[in-house]
């Protein structure tokens, strides 16, 4: 039985999942309210992916000597800020300034939240207990996207913020009352976290993530006009498809758990790419018919999240000593790969191949992948 208390680290999880997905369904009302084009619209969801980037080392390094329990608090109060800033933005510069500020404490709330779930969890539960945290994603995706896109064309864009700044608020609350002191890795310093990227492991790790993980990205950054466009269905439809997706998340996002507690990350990992692989290339050919279109945008969304366990466990293992940095790196890395995954699953459009050619991008991009972990496996099994 999973202790209760890891559920505050569920609902950020969702909070931080919905601010990051909400922009793409609200770019008409963003380039509307600040009279933008919807292309520069889309800046708010790469600024907000930069500070993640950003943000992911350097706060979990500023708060790598801070109880684990009270840098989550202060983590989630900053995204409450941050947010409110954003509701209350006067001008286009200034949204831009805020929704970069409010991406600076996702990878840290992820990194130091998986640390401190682990710790908490039972002996043998690791994974299970990081799962509950990340659940909040996927529930995220599922629910609280589409739920916030409907206020949002209905009411307000701003609405949907100050929400999203109250659940940081509620979980800032939460854990400070539900979660017990967890004490911070015994010797932590910023010296000794920079020593970390001196470790090719850890290098490994980031590659196979921010390339390999890329594939899914090329595949869900291009999704609209591959069902409205290959698949024949209409843009009404494109809801309950996400939803679908969302779904499948959810599902991976346990089965991922299951896996990382029953085998070594680094195998569960190599068969999950494996399986993104079988998928993307099953996709390129079988995208014409919407009933199997349908069943592997379920299986590749499960895939995606099934993949984020293992992944995290490999981290702190490479970064044994800075496990709380090493988790937060992961976020960091599935930013670049959602960057990286929709910029190279573009090129082919530019060149005028169909909306089926990122599939084969993101087939390349996860053998990547799997090479790279296989890497890691074959080091592992040196050093054994």
């Not at 209350?88 to 929704?99: E, S």
């Not at 507690?261 to 919407?290: E, H, N, Q, W």
């Not at 999240?305 to 490479?318: C, D, K, S, T």
Request: a positive charge.
């Amino acid at each position: 039985m999973l202790d209760k208390r890891l559920y505050c680290l569920t609902l950020g999880g969702f909070g931080i999942g919905l601010t990051e997905f909400i922009a793409m369904g609200l770019l008409p009302e963003l380039s509307s309210t600040f009279s933008v084009t919807i292309p520069q619209a889309g800046y708010l969801i790469s600024v907000y992916a930069l500070g993640v980037i950003i943000g992911a080392p350097v706060f979990a390094s500023l708060l790598n000597r801070v109880n684990q329990n009270r840098a989550l608090v202060w983590l989630m109060l900053f995204f409450a800020v941050a947010h409110t800033a954003t509701a209350f933005a006067p001008n286009f510069g200034m949204m831009i300034a805020a929704r970069f500020l409010s991406g600076l404490p996702h990878g840290a709330f992820f990194g130091i939240g998986a640390v401190v779930a682990a710790k908490i969890a039972e002996e043998g539960k690791a994974g299970k207990a990081i799962s509950v945290m990340f659940m909040g994603l996927a529930l995220a995706n599922v629910i609280g996207v589409p739920i916030g896109t409907y206020l949002g064309h209905i009411f307000s864009w701003r609405l949907v913020m100050i929400i999203i700044a109250v659940i940081g608020l509620l979980t800032a609350l939460t854990v400070k009352l539900w979660i017990p002191d967890v004490p911070p890795d015994s010797g932590a310093s910023l010296r000794k976290d920079l020593k970390i990227f001196k470790r090719l492991d850890i290098w490994l790790v980031l590659g196979l993530l921010c390339i390999g993980f890329g594939g899914f990205f090329a595949w869900i950054s291009y999704i609209n006009p591959l069902a409205t466009q290959i698949a024949k269905f209409s843009i009404t439809d494109m809801v309950w498809i996400l939803v679908l997706v969302g779904i499948g998340m959810l599902i991976g996002n346990s089965l991922g758990a299951i896996i990382a507690d029953r085998m070594k990350p680094a195998t569960a990992t190599r068969r999950i790419l494996l399986l993104l692989v079988s998928l993307l290339l099953a996709g390129y050919f079988l995208s014409d018919y919407p009933v199997p279109f349908l069943i592997l945008s379920l299986l590749l969304g499960g895939t995606a999240f099934m993949i984020i366990i293992p992944v995290q466990m490999l981290l702190v293992q490479a970064a044994k000593g800075s496990e709380t940095l090493g988790s937060a790196l992961g976020q960091a890395g599935f930013n670049v790969g959602n960057a990286l995954g929709a910029f190279l699953g573009g090129i082919p459009l530019t060149m005028g191949y169909s909306f089926r050619s990122p599939q084969l991008v993101g087939v390349g991009l996860s053998l990547v992948g799997v090479i790279l972990t296989s890497v890691i496996i074959k080091r592992e099994k040196q050093t054994a």
